[in-house]
């Protein structure tokens, strides 16, 4: 790699002979660096290298990555270059530019691969949506697409940040990248589509309900770039949003939220029409999600170090927490447990992980994990939340009782990111090393299930845990398992009738009703009497569980019996 990035730019050199780069400093960067990094510093095959990107980044740190690469990337080391060579590099870097992205340079970025119908018609292994799992293989530049426990395909794409998007129907994968590239993956002809590069340095993207539109924000330059998800051409610009944590979609509605770092406000997407409303805010959110009933948005400040929700619906604040440390809200998981709900999320720089109430909001505790952890996740198919902290143990937390519990899946090699099939009995998780793997245990019992080697393995993405509107049924589930598992299975009869039986049968408001009123429903159905027990639930509980019902609307096949 490092030859051909040294031949690529001797050929460059020559065909661009009359062009000014800015003095000595210019040339240096072109050089060694714009075949690569872009005559514009905006990228081509490597990252842009823009100062505002470059912040963290010493001079010292800058030197080391010159003369030495960047293992398991395509940056080559440059050994025999001298000091001046590197420090007019390092100061041109630094220099401030003026980036334009408009629509024909995201028009003119689209690749698209041919179809081979051949390979189409012999590929159909995805056989349950919820099965598929994307893992990103970072040191090969690489995604795997899974279904369970098998590979059934995988495709190039490198520096992926920001998490990966499949519409609702379980057509279509979307995947980020830092340096501004979505890439786009067919799930129902098994194959990858192709990229476009909607910005230079992106944030994270979303869909809209409708699966037609992709919603990309943009921190270089700070827009909102819609694309067609058919086309993947530009459909709408948002201009000037300011500096944006991220956006999300809503489930139930056409809307997608997003806030700005910058600015105290909150935006509300109309994915129809593509109109903004802001909402004024106190504190501006450095980071934020919307709970699962999509009722509040939880946000984190840090100009006043705090944790806030926020209602939707009336627009004010119900909440407010003093925190010691940003939460990485992004990461953070749900569940419930006897009549309440919960959520926990990682803090930056902190050997902990925080506990939640929702909706009776409150700070439950702090719990040491044993090192600066960055995800938690769970699954009612799971009675642990699982937490990596920088080594090479993962601390799982009994949701119940809250006792700890380690798991080290490769001696002195780096785990993180633990993620779930869609049913939740397979615990995927990143053996962080160039010479790594991806680890299959049964979530439950904790005994390894497979491996497959893998080259800095990180993210992982399934279909149900990471859909919105599945955060929803996840609750219901564990409801469900806690207060009707003993009468009623989802797919066959129990005491009572399945799920699916009473779905197909009966209309939604008789099912809210058996479910808080089951005297009155009785008689309705023309029964003597009810033999089913009063359960007082909580909006909330009435709300999730009848989300969990209404799955098994789905043949028996889709839905997860238990």
């Excluded at 081509?44 to 398991?72: C, F, M, W």
């Excluded at 805010?281 to 984190?300: A, C, H, K, N, Q």
């Amino acid at each position: 790699m490092a030859k051909a990035a040294k031949a690529i730019a001797i050929v460059l050199l020559i065909l661009l002979p009359s062009l000014s780069f800015g003095g000595g400093e210019g040339e240096q960067y072109q050089k060694y660096c714009g075949a690569c990094h872009g005559t514009d510093k905006l990228g081509v095959t490597a990252s842009p290298l823009l100062p505002q990107l470059l912040t963290r980044y010493s001079d010292e740190r800058l030197t080391s990555i010159i003369r030495k690469g960047l293992p398991a990337t395509q940056m080559p080391s440059w050994p025999d270059m001298n000091d001046d060579e590197v420090k007019a590099i390092i100061s041109y870097i630094r220099k401030p530019v003026t980036v334009k992205w408009t629509t024909q340079d995201i028009e003119k970025s689209i690749t698209l691969q041919e179809v081979n119908p051949v390979r189409i018609e012999s590929f159909k292994r995805i056989h349950n949506i919820k099965d598929i799992t994307a893992v990103v293989e970072r040191g090969n530049g690489s995604v795997w697409i899974m279904t369970g426990d098998r590979m059934v395909d995988s495709f190039k794409f490198g520096n992926v940040h920001g998490g990966g998007k499949f519409d609702t129907k379980g057509t279509m994968f979307f995947l980020p990248s830092r340096d501004g590239w979505v890439a786009k993956y067919n799930l129902t002809e098994e194959r990858y589509v192709g990229k476009v590069r909607p910005c230079v340095n992106l944030r994270n993207i979303s869909l809209s309900n409708d699966g037609k539109h992709v919603l990309a924000a943009c921190l270089i330059p700070q827009n909102i770039f819609i694309l067609d998800t058919a086309t993947l051409k530009p459909v709408k610009t948002i201009e000037n949003v300011g500096k944006i944590s991220a956006i999300y979609e809503q489930y139930s509605s056409d809307k997608a939220i997003f806030t700005t770092k910058d600015k105290p406000q909150i935006g509300l997407l109309d994915t129809a029409t593509f109109n903004v409303e802001y909402i004024k805010t106190e504190v501006s959110f450095e980071d934020f999600f919307i709970d699962p009933l999509e009722r509040y948005i939880v946000g984190s400040s840090r100009e006043k170090s705090l944790l806030v929700v926020l209602d939707l619906k009336t627009k004010k604040t119900v909440f407010e927490h003093k925190i010691e440390s940003m939460p990485h809200l992004a990461s953070a998981s749900f569940w419930y447990d006897k009549g309440d709900f919960y959520f926990a999320t990682p803090h930056i720089l902190k050997p902990y992980i925080s506990l939640w109430k929702m909706y009776n909001w409150g700070f439950v505790k702090n719990i040491d994990i044993g090192g600066e952890g960055f995800f938690v996740r769970t699954t009612p198919a799971s009675p642990y939340l699982w937490m990596d902290n920088g080594t090479d143990t993962l601390t799982l937390i009994d949701k119940k009782t809250l006792a700890l519990k380690y798991l080290t899946p490769r001696k002195g090699k780096k785990a993180t990111h633990t993620e779930f099939s869609g049913d939740g009995k397979i615990a995927y998780i990143s053996i962080f090393e160039q010479d790594g793997s991806l680890v299959l245990y049964d979530s439950a019992t904790l005994k390894e299930l497979k491996s497959f080697k893998a080259n800095l393995p990180v993210g992982k993405y399934n279909f149900v845990h990471k859909s919105r509107s599945y955060e929803k049924y996840q609750l219901g589930r564990e409801l469900y398992m806690e207060k009707c598992w003993g009468c009623h299975h989802t797919t066959s009869e129990a005491f009572g009738p399945a799920f699916s039986k009473i779905v197909r049968e009966r209309p939604e408001s008789i099912i809210r009703q058996q479910l808080t009123d089951p005297e009155a429903t009785a008689k309705k159905l023309g029964y003597k009497r009810s033999v089913m027990p009063k359960i007082d639930l909580k909006p909330e509980e009435l709300d999730v569980l009848m989300r969990f019902v209404e799955e098994f609307k789905k043949s028996g096949e889709d839905a997860q019996d238990n």
